[in-house]
């Protein structure tokens, strides 16, 4: 029973979702909004139990399972990016088409929160590809949750079918590992790595793992249903996507090719230096294009992608402190700024006004600080976060980051990080101008409660982070030493 309560996140968060299926059932279509109030007491109960069980280290149900601070400080992640999408989601749901499915979406969010955050525990292969496909069907179902959008259904299809074939390629790569190791456990995959450095088949299983890996991860070349699907999907389920299900990727190949694979590093590690490298630029060089500021989101978080897979180059603790660091940061900074837009959405869509079509389009986001203040102040703190702007989150990330590279020698890799940064900044200030120096096309108008406190929850915890960021650093410091 003690160590059952270990699990006491992951139980709240699945009973939430299934007392949420269930009750439903019997609810009429205007109580059904009480879900999202019941959605967000399960997230927040199970961010407490977390919280406190910070420090605490045990393995369960014969190795599967590993409690320690790097699986501890990704559920923070997943349950904090719940936490600020199930409360947007309160007005979200309310104002769609698809409100008499309200306890299907509530219970699709909180499955998906439930598979990352088994996949941050999981040290084993079987368990771990269980957890992921648990997190990846909720969210095929969740970005085709507007059926009437048919650019909401081809976001969805392109995800689901990417992910199918990344899947398939997941589980190929750990059938190699479980042929020449004879095991799916991590650690003792690790004990048996020499088998796989000296066998051809070491190197196809690498292969095959970060092709199944950086689709999670959404790294350059294995990105491409992310754009669609961000844009397509309801704003809220793209928060979720961008902030919450990317960082599954990561913590899984966290442990996979840093503990599991660590006899094949010179392999993976050139993978990941060209991978990053290549998904930072690419995604900075597109988003400058792009008038649709979902879309501008999605090619900026490939590049956000690109800055934490430096961890995998740099290989230093600094450097993998940094990375950790980064994905909470990152967390809040993508999460809000897809709820900010998401916000905006909302305005065009119930208000009728501006280009109905492409409700995101930059032009329906003029005048936004007179239209609506607080959307456009949240969207600019998010915005020069990501940038890397002093004082805010997104600037202690980098800076310890690109100071890890720096340290370890690798000033050229820390060069083109702050290049890409610099670009960043173009598309950011153009979509602040747009929100303060042009004439609004509308009169003010009121933010829905909910909207507005998901926003102040994902802003405070940016400048959480860049005002007071010792005790994250620590966090992410004791993760960083389960990898060394």
């Known amino acids: 029973m003690e160590n059952l ?42 961010l407490v139990l977390t919280v406190q069980s910070f420090g605490t280290e045990a393995t369960m149900f014969y190795g599967t399972v590993s409690i320690d601070a790097l699986s501890q400080f990704f559920k923070l992640v997943f349950l904090a990016v719940a936490l600020i999408v199930s409360i947007a989601s309160i007005a979200s749901i309310k104002y769609n088409e698809n409100s ?15 598979g990352m955050m088994v996949v941050a525990s999981s040290n084993d292969f079987i368990l771990l590809f269980c957890a992921f496909e648990l997190a990846s069907f909720a969210t095929y179902a969740l970005a085709g949750f507007e059926k009437q959008n048919p650019v909401s259904l081809e976001g969805a299809m ?4 990417m992910g199918a074939v990344s899947s398939a390629l997941m589980l190929f790569g750990i059938s190699f590992v479980y042929g020449a190791t004879g095991t799916t456990s991590i650690p003792m995959i690790a004990e048996n790595a020499s088998f796989l450095a000296e066998n051809p088949i070491g190197l196809v299983a690498v292969v095959l793992l970060i092709a199944g890996f950086g689709f999670k991860m959404a790294l350059v070349p294995f990105h491409m249903w992310a754009p669609d699907t961000y844009q397509g999907s309801p704003s809220v389920v793209s928060s979720l996507l961008a902030a919450g299900s990317k960082k599954m990727g990561f913590v899984a190949a966290f442990r996979v090719f840093i503990l599991a694979l660590a006899a094949l590093q010179p392999d993976w590690q050139l993978a990941f230096t060209i991978l990053a490298v290549v998904t930072m630029t690419f995604g900075n060089v597109v988003a400058v294009s792009q008038t649709s500021v979902k879309r501008m989101l999605a090619y900026s978080s490939l590049a956000q992608a690109g800055y934490i897979a430096m961890a995998f180059v740099v290989m230093t603790p600094m450097a993998l402190t940094g990375g950790i660091f980064y994905t909470l940061a990152h967390a809040f900074m993508k999460g809000g700024a897809f709820i900010a837009a998401g916000a905006v959405v909302w305005m ?43 004082l805010t989150s997104g600037f202690m990330a980098k800076f310890v980051l690109f100071s890890s590279a720096i340290q370890a020698g690798m000033t050229w890799l820390a060069v083109v990080a702050i290049l890409n940064s610099a670009l960043s900044l173009f598309y950011y200030a153009r979509l602040v101008r747009y929100m303060y120096f042009l004439p609004p096309e509308g009169k003010k108008i009121g933010l829905p409660f909910p909207y507005a406190a998901a926003l102040l929850l994902a802003t405070a915890g940016v400048f959480a982070m860049g005002l007071w960021p010792e005790p994250f650093l620590q966090w992410a410091m004791e993760a960083a030493k389960v990898l060394i």
């Open 100 to 114: 008499d499915h309200t306890e299907e979406f509530y219970s699709l969010v909180l499955f998906a929160t439930l």
């Open 158 to 161: 392109k995800y689901f079918m």
């Open 348 to 390: 065009i869509t119930t208000q009728r006004t501006g280009d109905l079509q492409v409700p995101d389009h930059l032009d329906n986001f003029r005048g936004l600080g007179k239209r609506m203040p607080l959307v456009a102040l949240c969207m600019t703190v998010f915005v020069f976060a990501l940038a890397g702007i002093p």
């Open 5 to 46: 309560m270990l699990l006491a996140p992951e139980i709240t968060v699945a009973a939430a979702g299934l007392i949420i299926l269930f009750i439903g059932v019997f609810m009429s279509p205007r109580t059904k909004n009480m879900l999202g109030y019941l959605a967000t007491l399960g997230v927040l109960t199970a």
